[in-house]
């Protein structure tokens, strides 16, 4: 072990280092002006509550929910502290980003280098991941942090693994451990890393059929049957939104590993969004094909472990594989099916990389001059490819306009960008991407977006129809669903306004999100309070502080609740909730101190609307009411 570290600390290896850590500047460094892009980046920071305070509240939150559909609190948490100290500039978060790219393939060196002795073999397959460009997207996209994090801390765990077996080291061992623990809280895609850690017991030629093999991985086995679960849970509603047989889905899952090896290999044509083309049917001849292609590489790789004893072109294989398995099966997003994205293969990538690193390495080793020019050459394409599409990223316009010329009628594609010009308040070039043009055929969830955008310039007539030409091809679609209850709640038609209300919540888990749940469940709250039910607008008040405890305004509705039913210890304990979480609605408040007022409690309703006053001054009731508690005898 000593003499392996001496190894990595020698000249030649810092050497090394530096000219990764040089190749990874020279490439990304214009993305660190790059700025936040739509889709995630506003989802994830730019509009997330949780990031833009840190308190015990929001690391709760962040704790206890998903992204909405991931499981990634460790990579919140990194945003809520970069918020803390320097707000919403990009170049601070795109610059974090890059740091863990060269991080990633500093480890990476120590990884390859390890497992195969060679520091050739490890400094080129680090070189090449450094430069590749389908590592553009998880180095530029801010929101693709989670990628970064969870590779940074399975290199790290893997690396300690090797380093505590060769050493016996308890320490290190543990250490493996928690690192594979923070990777999981930055993004559940290394629960593989069981696996890949028997796979490198094999390739160290460790007796196979050892009990310790085994036993020393259960603690990692635990961990990822946990975060597998939470992953399951996170995922399970978007995928009840495609009905898909399973020899689709098989297909589907074949065809998006090849896809997603085929843009290592030759990295063109590289977008955010792949949408799917041609049949899904397993017997089709895209996916015989893929499946072809698969078994070939798999006995090639055994061809060359079996004949000349080689083990690192198998290991590199069942390295891809298994690596790439469980984000081959990640494949809706926004209710939509695609084949893969870019970020799916920044691990997976390493398997491929170190079998063209051992390549290189004997070609060097052959003939020294045309080895070492094929591989600069190599290095110097792939990075020059990076270099412009690190500028595709530069706003969400050339993202997205970029995508849109290699895939014009991705409605994901469209649909960023109509949300964009939603969000600079262009609503005309927002409906121009929602509705794109009339050979594309605009879905349900683009009209509804079209309906939402009109609700909320005022267009309440056309917002209707809008909905209602939405429920007339597709009758249960819940976001049309929840647009129309809240037009005909508006129009005072409670009883109607309640059925779509339900029909949203239960049409529509895939596509309404948490937050907007608690948003229904307050508004239908609202109506069960105008019908006099009061046991029913109590239940959907609670519902709503249940999925999301930070919601003041359902607290301070619990308290009127609480209030008009006679339960005024209830009503409190609700009010001071709402006043903890968003003490600036003084007409909640005001009706906080006049219940105090009821029950007798004079100096707690005078503090009360003092405080009000004191943050407040115009406002005028708590005004009156002060004074005429204080005038009283």
């Not at 994205?341 to 390549?359: C, F, N, P």
């Not at 909730?577 to 004079?602: C, D, F, H, M, Q």
Request: contains cysteine.
């Amino acid at each position: 072990m000593i003499a392996l570290i001496r190894r990595m600390t020698s000249c030649k290896s810092g050497l090394a280092m530096l000219v990764i850590l040089f190749s990874v500047c020279a490439v990304y460094y214009a993305s660190v002006f790059n700025d936040f892009v739509a889709l995630d980046d506003s989802l994830l920071l730019v509009h997330n509550p949780n990031i833009h305070e840190l308190s015990w509240r929001t690391l709760r939150n962040i704790f206890t929910s998903y992204d909405p559909e991931l499981y990634i609190p460790l990579t919140l948490f990194t945003y809520q502290l970069q918020y803390l100290f320097f707000g919403l500039q990009p170049f601070t978060y795109h610059l974090v980003n890059l740091a863990l790219h060269a991080m990633n393939a500093l480890l990476l060196f120590m990884l390859v280098y390890a497992l195969s002795k060679s520091r050739s073999v490890g400094f080129i397959a680090a070189l090449l991941f450094a430069v590749h460009p389908v590592n553009v997207e998880a180095v530029a996209w801010i929101a693709a942090r989670k990628d970064l994090l969870s590779t940074a801390c399975f290199l790290a765990a893997f690396v300690s693994y090797l380093r505590a077996e060769r050493a016996g080291s308890r320490s290190m061992f543990a250490a493996s451990i928690f690192l594979f623990f923070l990777g999981l809280l930055s993004k559940v895609t290394i629960v593989i890393l069981p696996l890949l850690l028997l796979l490198a017991d094999w390739y160290e030629g460790k007796d196979m059929r050892s009990r310790r093999v085994y036993t020393q991985k259960i603690p990692f086995v635990l961990l990822s049957v946990v975060f597998c679960i939470i992953a399951i849970v996170g995922k399970v509603n978007l995928f009840k939104a495609i009905n898909l047989l399973p020899s689709e889905y098989f297909g589907l899952v074949v065809q998006s590993a090849v896809f997603a090896g085929s843009k290592i290999v030759f990295p063109v044509n590289l977008s955010v969004a792949y949408p799917l083309l041609g049949s899904l049917e397993i017997l089709s001849l895209p996916s015989v094909l893929s499946l072809l292609l698969i078994v070939l590489l798999g006995a090639l790789s055994l061809v060359q472990y079996y004949r000349y004893k080689r083990k690192l072109p198998l290991f590199s294989y069942l390295f891809f594989l298994l690596s790439y398995a469980q984000s081959a099966t990640n494949l809706v997003k926004g209710g939509e099916i695609y084949l893969t994205s870019d970020r799916y293969v920044y691990i997976a990538q390493i398997g491929v990389l170190m079998l063209v690193a051992w390549g290189l390495t004997c070609l060097v080793r052959r003939s020294r001059i045309i080895g070492t020019l094929f591989t600069a050459l190599l290095i110097v394409l792939l990075g020059t490819v990076a270099v412009r599409q690190t500028s595709v990223w530069y706003n969400t316009d050339t993202l997205f306009d970029h995508a849109a010329s290699i895939y014009p009628q991705a409605p994901l594609v469209h649909r960023a960008k109509g949300i964009e010009s939603m969000n600079q308040g262009d609503f005309m070039a927002a409906v121009r991407h929602f509705l794109r043009s009339p050979e594309a055929n605009p879905g349900p969830y683009e009209l509804s977006l079209v309906g939402k955008m009109l609700y909320s310039t005022g267009k309440i007539v056309k917002a209707k129809q809008t909905f209602e030409f939405v429920l007339s091809i597709s009758p249960e679609y819940g976001i049309a669903h929840e647009g129309i209850a809240k037009i005909l709640q508006d129009e005072g038609k409670n009883e109607e306004s309640l059925s779509h209300y339900l029909i949203a919540l239960k049409a529509s888990e895939a596509l309404i999100s948490s937050q907007k749940r608690v948003v229904i469940y307050n508004n239908m709250a609202a109506l069960y309070q105008a019908k006099g039910d009061h046991e029913k607008e109590i239940e959907y008040y609670n519902k709503a502080v249940a999925l999301d405890p930070s919601f003041p305004y359902a607290y301070y509705n619990l308290g009127a609740a609480y209030t008009d039913i006679g339960q005024p210890a209830k009503a409190i304990d609700a009010y001071r909730k709402g006043i903890e979480l968003l003490p600036s609605l003084t007409s909640a408040r005001v009706s906080y101190a006049k219940l105090l007022l009821s029950l007798k409690r004079n100096e707690e309703a005078i503090a009360e609307l003092s405080s009000i006053l004191k943050q407040h001054p115009e406002e005028k009731e708590a005004a009156s009411l002060l004074t005429m508690l204080r005038g009283a005898p």
